[in-house]
Each structure stands twice: as C-alpha cells, then as structure tokens.
C-alpha cells in the first residue's frame, strides 16, 4: 500500500514538511493554485534548492506583511471554512490547528477557544499548514509513520519570555511520542511541526521495511553540524506485515519509599513528565518489618533515564533506584472525527495487525460537549463509541 515515511532525526517544522513534500515532485504550480483558494492577506512563497551538509533539499519560504498578527482557533477556522478548499484539506488543516490550540490550553490552563496564537497564528504558519494538508491529500498515502522526534536542548525566547526547549506546546504534543534529546542548542521541533506530525502519523517506528519509490528532502532555516533537513519517502509496505513499533524498548525505573512528605509526590511527577518521561505514578506497598510505603515508578526512553535519574535523586529521599528494560507492544493508533446528534467528538482506534482492538472517545471531547449541552458525560462518550463502532 502506498505509505509516507517521515524521518525526522534533524527535527521537523512546518516548513521543512513542505518543503520534503514538494520534493517528492509534485507540482510547485499545484500547490500555488490550491493556496490562491485560501483569503488570507498578501503573501508571497518562494522555492529554493540549498545544500545542507552536503544534502540538496527544497527550501519553502513564505513572506508576508503582517507576519505576527494575533488569531484566535475561531478566527482560524473562519478563514478555512471560507476557503473553496477540498473538504479533506479543510478537514486536516482544522484537526491540526485543534490539536495545536489544545496544546497550548493545556499549557495555559485555559479553554481551547481562549488561546491566542502568536507565533503560529501569522500567515506563514498557517500557509504552512494548510499546504502540509493540500500536499498530503494529493498524494493520498493509506499509511504514514514516523520515526523518533529529534529535539534541542538549551533556552529560546518567544512570546511568553524565555523557556527551556522544547517549548512547552512542543512537550504537550510530544509527551506521547517516542523522542531524543541531541545535544544541539537549538530549536529542532517547532509547534507547528510537532501539531502535523502528531496529527497525520498511524505509527512512530524506529524502522520500516518499505520498498522506496521517491525521496523527498524539505531544508530548515538554520545551519547545524548535521544536514538540517527532514526526509520524506514515499513508498510501498505490506498491508499485513506488523511495525516495529510493536516491540518498543523501554527503561523502567523504580524505588521503594518510605519517609517522604507525600504532598511532594505531584510534583516530582510533573517535573520528570516535563523532562520527557513516558509516565510516573506511586502505588502504596507494604514493606519489610510491616512498614507502610509508596513503590515509585518512572518510565521512560532509554536516552533520557540519566537525566531522569538524577531528578529523582535531587527529589526525593530515596538512596536507591531499580533499572528494568523491557519491551511494549502497541497498538497502532488512528483519530477520526464521528458526527454525534451532540456535534463531532475525536475518537481514538486502536489496530493490531490491522484488526480493531479497542476504540475510545477522547475524554476532552466528550467533557466539552456535555457541558455545551449539559448532559450526562457517558451519554456522550456511549454515543461516540456506537457511532464509531458503527462506521468500522
């Protein structure tokens, strides 16, 4: 079947997704038509051939005039709809710009139609995810995967001041995506690239067999010691032929605690989630001489548990820690909107060997819409999971 892969050992943005895409050969004239449908202001793009250590790669540069104008999801969502684009396109253009503002809601603790875009707001974000959407749909691949994010390390300023990189929006996206920290100083992930990527991909794989038809090579703006560029390649996998992904190797780490305040708990698992972990949670025990305590455990990628380690160690009491790897078997995981007689809900599938295993409406979704109409939430969450149901 036709299948993207998307390689992403430099990092990915919004423009490097366009430009690894075009490169596959499609039609810079296509794409200009297709972006003319949307009324966004004046703007103009440019297509360049670079060489990033040693790589030739298509640069995408968009120049606008108002390049930070502040928007609101609604305001985003307007210009979408009032486009002619396809309904596919306008479809993934919003699943993207949604995933991306409940990120930052997250991070703001605020409600999804209360963000204010800034950075991702101006014309050239949205021009880059909108063609991300208008490139993918042309080529129409039944499967995309990815490989590990690649993410910098240091502090970048932005418009809430400075923070510590990834970006807070990025570490929401990401916090459920396999990832490593390279010791590069630098933005490697930009929100825009992480909202696409989370948001079109089935699968993060270390590895894919695949019979390779095009690649496609899209440049980021800066110079680095490794090729600055993001690979795409277009190609042909086996529909019944399970992923790697389905073997994922992970760290365990864990400690038995018995003399620590427990309102210290959250905390530490907020910051060790932060700092990349997959998951942190306690669990109560009972020890040796019948002593009452808290079993500690933290999972995460191999790569990341010294840092891990070392922030249990600064915060809590223990003088021990426990380090188990093992293996995870996944499922793959495919999001669909479903139109309830309450309005459309995201809806999370989960497939093993290409056969459903488990479906289950986002809690979001479902929460947001029993408020709107207040109603019961399980009548929500039951009728997305008929609906869905229904239509696999």
């Given at each position: ?148 994010l690649s993410v910098g390390r240091g502090k970048i300023k ?235």
């Amino acid at each position: 079947m036709k299948t993207l892969y998307f390689n992403c050992q430099s990092g990915i943005s919004g423009d490097m997704i366009v430009g690894a895409l075009l490169d596959l050969g499609i039609s810079k004239d296509y794409l200009i038509k297709e972006l003319s449908k949307l009324k966004i202001g004046s703007y103009k793009i440019e297509f360049k051939k670079v060489k990033k250590e040693g790589v030739i790669a298509t640069r995408f540069i968009v120049k606008a005039d108002n390049q930070r104008e502040e928007r609101n999801i609604k305001n985003i969502y307007g210009i979408i709809d009032k486009s002619s684009l396809g309904k596919e396109v306008k479809g993934l253009s919003r699943e993207i710009f949604f995933n991306l503002a409940k990120a930052e809601a997250k991070v703001h603790k605020t409600a999804v139609n209360k963000i204010h875009f800034h950075e991702v707001g101006a014309v050239d974000s949205i021009i880059d995810i909108v063609s991300s959407a208008i490139l993918i749909n042309r080529i129409k691949p039944k499967k995309i995967y990815a490989s590990r994010l690649s993410v910098g390390r240091g502090k970048i300023k932005f418009s809430h001041g400075i923070t510590n990189l990834p970006v807070p929006a990025v570490r929401e996206l990401i916090k459920e995506v396999p990832f490593e920290i390279l010791s590069i100083n630098k933005e490697l992930v930009t929100p825009t690239g992480a909202a696409i990527i989370k948001t079109i991909t089935n699968e993060f794989v270390d590895d894919i067999d695949i019979k390779v038809r095009k690649r496609g090579y899209g440049a980021g703006k800066r110079d680095l010691k490794i090729p600055n560029v993001l690979e795409i390649i277009l190609g042909e996998t086996k529909m019944d032929k399970p992923t790697v992904r389905t073997q994922e190797k992970l760290t365990i780490l864990e400690t038995n605690i018995d003399d620590m305040n427990p309102e210290f708990y959250s905390y530490v698992i907020e910051k060790l989630i932060k700092k990349g972990a997959r998951e942190a949670f306690i669990q109560p025990i009972v020890m040796k001489k019948g002593r009452l305590g808290t079993l500690f455990t933290v999972i995460c990628d191999e790569k990341i548990k010294d840092k891990l380690i070392e922030t249990i160690f600064d915060e809590t009491t223990t003088f021990g820690i426990r380090i188990n790897k093992v293996s995870r078997v996944c499922l793959d995981r495919e999001f669909k909107k479903v139109k309830t007689k309450y309005g459309l809900i995201n809806v999370k599938i989960g497939k093993y060997k290409g056969k459903v295993r488990t479906v289950s409406p986002e809690y979001e979704d479902c929460k947001k819409m029993a408020h709107k109409k207040d109603i019961p939430i399980k009548k929500v969450y039951d009728e997305a999971l008929t609906k869905c149901k229904n239509t696999l």
